[in-house]
Structure formats: C-alpha cells, structure tokens
C-alpha cells in the first residue's frame, strides 16, 4: 500500500525505518489509505467548492482553549454543523460561522459520495472541516473527541502540498506510523483508529499546483475532515 521512505514507525525517542517484509502493529485496525482516490480533474472540482465556500464562510484562525494560542491552520467548514474552538468556550461544533453569523455552506455532492462509499455509517457527515496548511503550518497528535457519534469513522481528504500524517495508538506516547499524503488521497478512521491519535508533522512546500496563489497566498494544503457529531 505504502512504499519506500513514505511508511516509517518511531518508538520515541528513537526512531527506525521499517521497510522491506517488517511488519508494523500501526496502525490500528479499521484505518484505510486510498492513495489517488480521487484525480487531477475531480481534485479541481473539490477546490472550486471550497474556493466558492470561502466567499460566504471565510477562513478565520482558532485559537486554543484557555491559553488562546492560536492554530498554524486557518479553517472554516462545510456543512450544517462546524466545528470551531476559542479561549472563552473551546472545543465544539457551532451550527453558524463564528465571525459572520452566517449558515456554513452545504456539503458538495463529492463528499457526500465519499462518506457514503467508505464510512459504512448510515447518516450523513454533519460537518466537514476545511483545513488550510501554509508551508509552515503543522498538527500536533490529538484525537477527534468532540462528537458523540463515537461508532462513526472519520473521513478526510487532502487536496495541494504533500504532507507527513502521522498516526499512533490511543495514547500520546508510543509508537506511531507516517505516511506521506498527497493530493487526492483519502484516509478512513473507523473501527479501532477511530481513538487513535493523529496530527501533520510538515507539509512539503511546491509539491502541487492545485491551490490558486490568489485565494492561498504561498500555496500549501488543504484538508477535508467529514464527522459525523451526534448519534445516528
């Protein structure tokens, strides 16, 4: 599925290479990487939507509860509901835009397929995250925790500049997994990785030219994370 140097395990602090036969325990059982998932053309299409989305739910940048740091990722979403966090109430999903007050814009009907295909879940996504990685942005190892549909997977897309995903188990320390991503490509976090924690390491600055240089100064990646918040 992943070759060469794109699939590594690190026990921290150390770290090694694992190729050729070896075998790693990460990640956990119910992830799926669908490299190439979708092309050039249906790539572009998804951007238009987000482009088009970003004229009515601009990007903002978050910031972290109590401390009020702010992400290295601007965001905004797609969806009946979006999730947003600030110093004052952290984490949680919002059914408007936290700066206009306006509806965030529907799905696109791409999507939409995607969650039907490979969720296995049967409700729609409710909010899809719209992650924007300048080169220097990164996320650090979390888990999606926000949503009381704990049983339904989590579906992203990566879209522009390559970035190192990175993937452990259910506890922030250990070994974890890296995978390179490209633009195109879709992972599933379902089953047992649904808990598992994940974050991006880096992105890899000029490695596509999907994102326009007017709406995304300096290019970069942009992630699209499907949830679904309450129980179906």
């Known amino acids: 599925m992943i070759a060469g140097d794109e699939f590594r395990v690190e026990a921290r602090p150390a770290a090694r290479h694992v190729g050729g036969m070896d075998a790693p325990a990460l990640p956990l059982p119910g992830f ?14 998804l951007m ?23 992400l290295s990722v601007k965001m905004t979403n797609f969806g009946p509901l979006g999730w947003v966090t600030d110093q004052a109430r952290g984490y949680r999903y919002e059914p408007a835009h936290p700066e206009t007050g306006a509806p965030w814009p529907p799905l696109p009907a ?4 995607l969650w039907n295909a490979v969720s296995g879940y049967p409700a729609p996504p409710e909010a899809c995250l719209v992650n924007w990685y300048a080169p220097g942005s990164r996320m650090g190892l979390h ?10 997977a989590v579906v992203s897309v990566s879209l522009g500049d390559k970035a190192r995903f990175r993937i452990g188990g259910t506890t922030r320390r250990g070994k974890t ?56």
Do not use: C, K
């Open 32 to 45: 799926r990487f669908l490299p190439g998932h979708f092309d050039r053309t249906a790539q572009s299409d």
């Open 48 to 70: 238009a939507a987000v482009v088009e989305a970003a004229a009515t739910a601009p990007f903002w940048r978050p910031s972290m509860p109590r401390t009020g740091q702010p």
């Open 110 to 113: 791409p999507l939409l397929d």
């Open 143 to 152: 888990v999606d925790s926000d949503e009381a549909a704990t049983d339904a």
């Open 177 to 232: 997994v890296s995978i390179v991503l490209s633009s195109g490509d879709v992972v599933v976090l379902g089953g047992a990785s649904r808990r598992s924690y994940h974050g991006v390491d880096r992105i890899y600055p000029g490695t596509s030219t999907l994102l326009p240089e007017d709406v995304f100064p300096g290019g970069g990646r942009i992630n699209l994370t499907m949830r679904r918040v309450t129980p179906a």
